[in-house]
């Protein structure tokens, strides 16, 4: 095996937050876009990563690759958190976000783990900090990562850039991630192509896949 470049046969696709809170219209971020238009939440951009990830999962399922679900849920009381939540200001409705136990924690229905995928759950924005993701892949002698989902420019970016710091090889789906905006999406893509992550996209990384087969 070369020493350059990533390992599509040792690869696992990673899907990132893609939960009822972050892409569903009726999740939380869904609500925020109608409630605050001036946020500006493009909740079409967000929604537009499901059918590429739907294709990608099916793509590494069809070439017995793994497929690992990556889900941001906490406390009602933000207790077990491990990001910033204190710089936002307290809600004022009742509604629950990425909650433990509620519709908005879970992953999407178009994307629902297969029976024997790993969901990894994590506290804060990076898939690989105090969670069992690195283990999960290291047993199944994974050496690239292919990631997927939202937002790209905080919890992708944040996954990708601790993959890279646990010494996996990093694929960018760019046309499977999101941002709440698109011009920060693409910056996002540029920093990650020039250090981080081969950015490809859906179609790229499934010839990649083919080809390997």
Known sequence: MSNMGPDIRR??????????????????????????PEAGIDMAFLGSTIPPIKRLAEAFREAGRPVVYIAHVLKPDYSDAAFPYWRKAPAATNRTFITEGTWGAEIIDELAPEEGEHLVVKKGFGGFANTRLDTILRNQDINTCVVTGVTTCVCVSTTVRGGVEHNYRMILASDATAEVQKDAHAAELKT??????DVKTTDEVIDMLNAAS
């Open 11 to 36: 690869s696992a696709l990673i899907v990132v937050d893609m939960q009822n809170d972050f892409v569903h219209p009726d999740g939380d971020f869904g609500q925020r876009a109608r409630e605050n």
């Open 192 to 197: 990650m192509q020039r250090i981080f992550a």
